[in-house]
């Protein structure tokens, strides 16, 4: 004896895996804002040493090469005197979140949508 009455699935939409991708992308986004004072001094650390290295490693190829070298102390720039330029900005994060947090609320939309229709 089967049961004819069985209910049909509920949509529980803590069960969609966009509303997880939502929530994940919103806390990046929100971690994001609360870290960009602490991110813009570390990353102008990072970016500094590797300028440095970078500039240090033309110098060594230089003087191997038998060219004139070059004092790099004279090149050298007070970094509180330039605007920080990041080489990588955190603007490209902050919309790569926004887009994940508009792409998953949209398809979390469409799901709702398809099963408020289908009930």
Known sequence: ME???TPSPVFKLIDS???WGL???FMALVGLGLIRPKFDVRQ????GRFIGRRQSTV????????LEEIDLADSAI???TVK???IVPLWTLASAATVS???CGYMLYREWRKKEKSE
């Open 44 to 47: 102008s650390q990072i970016e």
């Open 23 to 25: 929530m994940f992308s």
């Open 101 to 103: 947090i508009c792409g």
């Open 3 to 5: 049961n004819d009455d």
């Open 59 to 66: 110098e060594r190829w230089r003087r191997q090469s038998g």
């Open 78 to 80: 007070d970094p509180s």
């Open 84 to 86: 920080p330029k990041r």
């Open 17 to 19: 895996p966009w509303l």
